[in-house]
């Protein structure tokens, strides 16, 4: 028997989410990204810039053997606790990872370069600039195509910047890079139809009998009291692979019939 595929979680690290100063733009994108390769996110949590809730969501997804991406907090200014909190949720050291190091000075030098002065290896700032290589023992790298500063990985936990710009494509990279072959495009669709004038109570024998003579297939209630176009109704429907989705979706419909509830259009998504 094959191994089940890894469920894929979402940290998103950073004060300035929590008290509004920024919006999350990373929830929505890595929901896009796994999509777009067939592939779903399980579950997202946010953290604020406290080490000691930093460490024990690390902890967490270290634990729970999911693919977990961590977007923020990798940096090296005094709110950047990240790349600490992984090593204490590991019981490891930090140290400086000598592909991370090369990199860093290879922009050091870039930025030089462009600035049109000298390039001072030993000067504070650039001697400073080398802790964002510092990991913790054991970590690989995850190189960053906007401006070359790395991020890194231990087991399936990758850590990203918290800038859009630079997480995205890095996490593109490595589900291309390592997840290709749970890729599943066009292995999962969704079918529901808008019900007006029933309560979910009403419909939850329905939606029980469809998981049972369908166990492959989830069924789904979204029930809104204010839609701009249907008012308030249910969103009700079947989600899973195509095959398995097609005929629970008709059991679904066959009970509604039997209920006598009035339909709305019905609804596909890939």
Same mark, same amino acid.
Not at 182 to 193: C, H, W
């Given at each position: 028997?094959?191994?089940?595929?890894?469920?894929?979680?979402?940290?998103?690290?950073?004060? !300035?989410?929590?008290?509004?100063?920024?919006?999350?733009?990373?929830?929505?994108?890595?929901?896009?990204?796994?999509?777009?390769?067939?592939?779903?996110?399980?579950?997202? !949590?946010?953290?604020?810039?406290?080490?000691?809730?930093?460490?024990?969501?690390?902890?967490?997804?270290?634990?729970? +053997?999911?693919?977990?991406?961590?977007?923020?907090?990798?940096?090296?200014?005094?709110?950047?606790?990240?790349?600490?909190?992984?090593?204490?949720?590991?019981?490891?050291?930090?140290?400086?990872?000598?592909?991370?190091?090369?990199?860093?000075?290879?922009?050091?030098?870039?930025?030089?370069?462009?600035? +049109?002065?000298?390039?001072?290896?030993?000067?504070?700032?650039?001697?400073?600039?080398?802790?964002?290589?510092?990991?913790?023992?054991?970590?690989?790298?995850?190189?960053?195509?906007?401006?070359?500063?790395?991020?890194?990985?231990?087991?399936?936990?990758?850590?990203?910047?918290?800038?859009?710009?630079?997480?995205?494509?890095?996490?593109?990279?490595?589900?291309?890079?390592?997840?290709?072959?749970?890729?599943?495009?066009?292995?999962?669709?969704?079918?529901?139809?808008?019900?007006? +004038?029933?309560?979910?109570?009403?419909?939850?024998?329905?939606?029980?009998?469809?998981?049972?003579?369908?166990?492959?297939?989830?069924?789904?209630?979204?029930?809104?009291?204010?839609?701009?176009?249907?008012?308030?109704?249910?969103?009700?429907?079947?989600?899973?692979?195509?095959?398995?989705?097609?005929?629970?979706?008709?059991?679904?419909?066959?009970?509604?019939?039997?209920?006598?509830?009035?339909? +709305?259009?019905?609804?596909?998504?890939?």
């Amino acid at each position: 028997m094959s191994a089940p595929s890894p469920s894929f979680g979402l940290v998103i690290v950073g004060d !300035e989410i929590l008290s509004g100063k920024r919006a999350d733009k990373h929830l929505p994108k890595v929901i896009e990204l796994l999509n777009a390769r067939g592939l779903q996110l399980a579950w997202a !949590e946010y953290v604020g810039d406290s080490p000691e809730r930093i460490t024990a969501t690390l902890q967490r997804s270290f634990a729970s +053997g999911d693919v977990v991406f961590s977007c923020g907090g990798i940096g090296a200014t005094p709110d950047d606790h990240t790349r600490q909190c992984a090593g204490r949720a590991l019981g490891v050291a930090l140290e400086l990872h000598p592909q991370a190091e090369a990199l860093i000075r290879e922009r050091m030098q870039d930025t030089a370069r462009e600035q +049109g002065v000298p390039y001072e290896p030993d000067r504070p700032d650039n001697i400073h600039r080398l802790n964002m290589g510092v990991f913790p023992k054991g970590a690989s790298i995850i190189r960053n195509p906007y401006n070359k500063i790395p991020g890194f990985t231990v087991g399936s936990v990758h850590f990203v910047p918290g800038f859009p710009v630079m997480a995205w494509p890095m996490i593109e990279n490595v589900l291309d890079a390592h997840y290709s072959h749970l890729f599943t495009r066009d292995a999962y669709l969704e079918k529901s139809v808008i019900v007006f +004038g029933s309560m979910e109570a009403t419909l939850t024998p329905l939606m029980e009998q469809v998981e049972r003579e369908h166990p492959q297939v989830k069924v789904f209630s979204l029930p809104s009291v204010d839609h701009p176009t249907w008012g308030r109704h249910i969103d009700l429907g079947v989600k899973g692979a195509p095959a398995d989705v097609d005929p629970a979706y008709r059991t679904l419909l066959d009970g509604l019939a039997r209920l006598q509830v009035k339909l +709305g259009p019905e609804l596909v998504r890939p």
